[in-house]
């Protein structure tokens, strides 16, 4: 019996364990299934799919003996022999708008259509200057009123790699 029990008892406590709710039960028996397919944040175990998961930083330093990545690999295809190993691609957002900056979409207003249409993006524009959607309102609207910004552009480059 440990020091801290006996000082209990002696003074009248109860020392037994304390029931636990069922939810805390549920909760810790979740919390050691997710331990248990996961290894690092960076390692981890899918079932389903019959698959050991890591990222690329993780396998760069998983490539070197002796680190901790590369024993938990090691581990992990010992006790999961027939798993296959995926290197997992970063989760990264749509780049269909890249390149399009005010100056672009100021420059295509202008070109493609009249002043008076110019003139209601450039009242968004300064409406949400100072703003945290300073960039996204206006683009917003320049893509729901130009859904094909890309190909006009595109023509227009094209015709000025002609001329030159």
């Known amino acids: 019996m440990l020091y801290s029990e006996r000082k209990?008892?002696?003074?009248?406590?109860?020392?037994?364990?304390?029931?636990?709710?069922?939810?805390?039960?549920?909760?810790?028996?979740?919390?050691?299934?997710?331990?248990?397919?996961?290894m690092t944040n960076s390692i981890k175990i899918n079932p389903f799919a019959e698959e050991i998961t890591m990222t690329k930083a993780t396998a760069k330093k998983a490539s070197l003996v002796g680190t901790k990545e590369y024993q938990q690999l090691v581990q992990a295809t010992k006790d999961f022999p027939n798993y296959t190993i995926r290197i997992a691609s970063p989760k990264g957002r749509e780049t269909s708008d890249k390149g399009l900056t005010m100056e672009v979409m100021q420059r295509i207003i202008r070109e493609i259509d009249n002043k008076e249409a110019f003139a209601k993006f450039e009242t968004i524009r300064k409406g949400c200057k100072?703003?945290?959607?300073?960039?996204?309102?206006?683009?917003?609207?320049?893509?729901?009123?130009?859904?094909?910004?890309?190909?006009?552009?595109?023509?227009?480059?094209?015709?000025?790699?002609?001329?030159?």
Do not use: C
């Open 130 to 164: 100072g703003t945290k959607s300073h960039f996204t309102k206006p683009k917003a609207y320049f893509l729901s009123e130009y859904p094909n910004w890309r190909e006009w552009l595109s023509e227009v480059e094209e015709q000025q790699a002609a001329q030159a």
């Open 8 to 38: 209990k008892r002696k003074k009248g406590k109860d020392i037994r364990p304390k029931k636990e709710s069922w939810q805390a039960v549920a909760k810790t028996a979740k919390n050691n299934i997710k331990e248990m397919f996961t």
